[in-house]
């Protein structure tokens, strides 16, 4: 199995540019989550998803967007790159929300110069 | 609200020595804990959660917990640490009935040293 896989684990952007950071997850979990991560920050959820077709806005969503057409995938695009959305992104997904396990992606690190 | 405090954001100690990572939660209502471990360049692993029954809770790699309602805490602990144990550790947080998403601190980085 191979989990959740995140492509790409690295990009550069220029500001103002976009990009689609792309999650896909084997499993057939109906939850899928896209979090943030910043130094000495923890991490920052973004996006949430409980199914295909219906995605929820996390504690930080401004600058991205989400869309879960199927199972399996969960992309989150960025529009108008700016510096401050510098960070390493990370989805995850689960089962269930609450006491199951939440499989994490290995990240995408992405600079905005 | 929930939230989630670690008390340490570095933690160095010696191979072999004993090693308690502090974790505080806030929440109204019943949760659910977790602790995550993440290897450098790599994503989040679960170390051990706790969701009800017993409050002293095993997990991967020798690592314990025990959940304190009273003082709300979910503090780590291995007797025995390695240098492989050198990693960033979450304390994470979900509501246990409306919760949608796991809620996290800000990390504890483990330095083991020889």
């Known amino acids: 199995n191979a989990g959740v896989t995140q492509t790409p684990k690295f990009r550069i952007l220029k500001i103002g540019q976009s990009m689609t950071l792309q999650c896909t997850q084997d499993m057939n979990h109906n939850y899928m989550y896209w979090y943030r991560q910043d130094p000495g920050m923890g991490l920052k959820l973004i996006y949430y998803?409980?199914?295909?077709?219906?995605?929820d806005k996390g504690e930080v969503p401004n600058g991205y967007n989400v869309s879960r057409s199927t199972t399996e995938d969960f992309p989150l695009r960025l529009e108008l790159a700016a510096p401050s959305q510098t960070s390493v992104y990370f989805c995850a997904s689960s089962y269930y929300q609450g006491n199951t396990e939440a499989f994490f992606g290995q990240g995408t690190r992405l600079t905005v110069v | 609200a929930q939230s989630v405090t670690q008390l340490d954001s570095q933690v160095p100690v010696f191979e072999e020595a004993p090693v308690e990572l502090r974790c505080n939660y806030s929440s109204s209502v019943s949760v659910y804990l977790f602790w995550y471990v993440q290897y450098p360049n790599q994503g989040l692993q679960l170390l051990l959660k706790?969701?009800?029954?017993?409050?002293l809770v095993k997990g991967i790699n020798g690592f314990e917990a025990e959940f304190n309602k009273s003082q709300t805490s979910f503090h780590l602990r291995k007797p025995s640490v390695h240098i492989s144990d050198t990693a960033e550790y979450f304390c994470a947080v979900i509501v246990n009935q409306a919760g949608t998403a796991l809620i996290f601190g800000k990390g504890t980085t483990l330095s083991v040293s020889s």
């Open positions: 706790y969701l009800s029954g017993s409050t």
């Open positions: 998803s409980v199914g295909a077709g219906i995605t």
